[in-house]
């Protein structure tokens, strides 16, 4: 009686990683198809055989959020979760994981990225009002890289934070490589399209403090910046930005001591 109780909990257990297996395989192949991009199948729409639920909660408790995601793809995207996520569940259940310290924001869209590798407003359209008079091109994409950037550091998203960068390294290559900034192009009176998002980049990114993870940004961004601020103090609306705003919430001076730094170690 006590053998065949034995026999059975070992068939049990057997069955129970047989079947752990073959899920794992089947996670193995979406994953593949998705990363290949060879089907419709998207794992962040479709949630297909997710394994983690990440959970986000307010302070007070009166809003929350989960997503449904890959144990495999957090581990392979994200250090921070690689060190923190627990193994998965060898009966085939989920995870929960608690990310309630994060900004909700920030990690709805890194988790968003590690499935999609894209995302919107990454490049500036130059050929849609650059060098063309007062038609000043929006600078929206430097807000919106630095701001992904911080996302991908909030989660140590190597991929993320390398993508931001360098998609900031091109805005500084094509001002250089096409002389976009003349004296004449900075004193048009659209430069506020331009100036405007530069600003708000540069106040999110200090916001971050010195933190090593954020080095790679302020260098991307002291490249940018060198490229164009002497050229757009040309502009007398933007002096006046640089009175009322950069200086009183010491950005100028950021900039200036990055410039410094940066120089200091070759990298500028």
Same mark, same amino acid.
């Given at each position: 009686?006590?053998?065949?109780?034995?026999? %059975?909990?070992?068939?049990?257990?057997?069955?129970?990683?047989?079947?752990?297996?073959?899920?794992?395989?089947?996670?193995?192949?979406?994953?593949?198809?998705?990363?290949?991009?060879?089907?419709?199948?998207?794992?962040?729409?479709?949630?297909?055989?997710?394994?983690?639920?990440?959970?986000?909660?307010?302070?007070?408790?009166?809003?929350?959020?989960?997503?449904?995601?890959?144990?495999?793809?957090?581990?392979?995207?994200?250090?921070?979760?690689?060190?923190?996520?627990?193994?998965?569940?060898?009966?085939?259940?989920?995870? +929960?994981?608690?990310?309630?310290?994060?900004?909700?924001?920030?990690?709805?869209?890194?988790?968003?990225?590690?499935?999609?590798?894209?995302?919107?407003?990454?490049?500036?359209?130059?050929?849609?009002?650059?060098?063309?008079?007062?038609?000043?091109?929006?600078?929206?994409?430097?807000?919106?890289?630095?701001?992904?950037? =911080?996302?991908?550091?909030?989660? +140590?998203? %190597?991929?993320?934070?390398?993508?931001?960068?360098?998609?900031?390294?091109?805005?500084?290559?094509?001002?250089?490589?096409?002389?976009?900034?003349?004296?004449?192009?900075?004193?048009?009176?659209?430069?506020?399209?331009?100036?405007?998002?530069?600003?708000?980049?540069?106040?999110?990114?200090?916001?971050?403090?010195?933190?090593?993870?954020?080095?790679?940004?302020?260098?991307?961004?002291?490249?940018?910046?060198?490229?164009?601020?002497?050229?757009?103090?040309? +502009?007398?609306?933007?002096?006046?930005?640089?009175?009322?705003?950069?200086?009183?919430?010491?950005?100028?001076? +950021?900039?200036?001591?990055?410039? =410094?730094?940066?120089?200091?170690?070759?990298?500028?």
């Amino acid at each position: 009686m006590v053998e065949a109780r034995i026999q %059975e909990a070992i068939a049990q257990e057997e069955e129970r990683k047989w079947h752990f297996e073959q899920r794992q395989l089947r996670i193995k192949e979406a994953i593949a198809a998705h990363d290949k991009k060879e089907s419709k199948l998207s794992l962040w729409e479709s949630q297909y055989e997710w394994d983690v639920r990440v959970l986000w909660r307010s302070q007070d408790g009166n809003e929350s959020y989960q997503w449904n995601v890959h144990h495999d793809i957090l581990c392979r995207e994200s250090s921070y979760f690689k060190d923190r996520l627990p193994p998965k569940d060898p009966g085939g259940g989920y995870i +929960n994981f608690d990310c309630s310290l994060h900004s909700k924001e920030q990690l709805a869209t890194v988790l968003k990225w590690m499935y999609d590798k894209t995302y919107d407003d990454a490049r500036i359209n130059w050929a849609n009002g650059a060098g063309k008079g007062h038609n000043v091109p929006n600078g929206e994409a430097i807000r919106r890289n630095v701001f992904m950037y =911080i996302c991908g550091a909030s989660v +140590n998203c %190597e991929s993320l934070m390398t993508y931001a960068a360098d998609r900031l390294d091109e805005i500084s290559e094509a001002i250089l490589d096409n002389n976009l900034f003349t004296v004449e192009f900075c004193r048009s009176n659209d430069l506020f399209r331009f100036s405007h998002p530069l600003t708000l980049a540069l106040m999110m990114m200090f916001e971050q403090g010195h933190r090593k993870v954020m080095w790679t940004l302020r260098l991307a961004m002291a490249r940018l910046c060198d490229v164009v601020l002497l050229r757009m103090m040309c +502009n007398e609306s933007f002096s006046r930005t640089l009175d009322q705003e950069w200086r009183p919430r010491f950005l100028f001076s +950021n900039v200036l001591n990055d410039s =410094i730094f940066f120089r200091h170690h070759d990298l500028l």
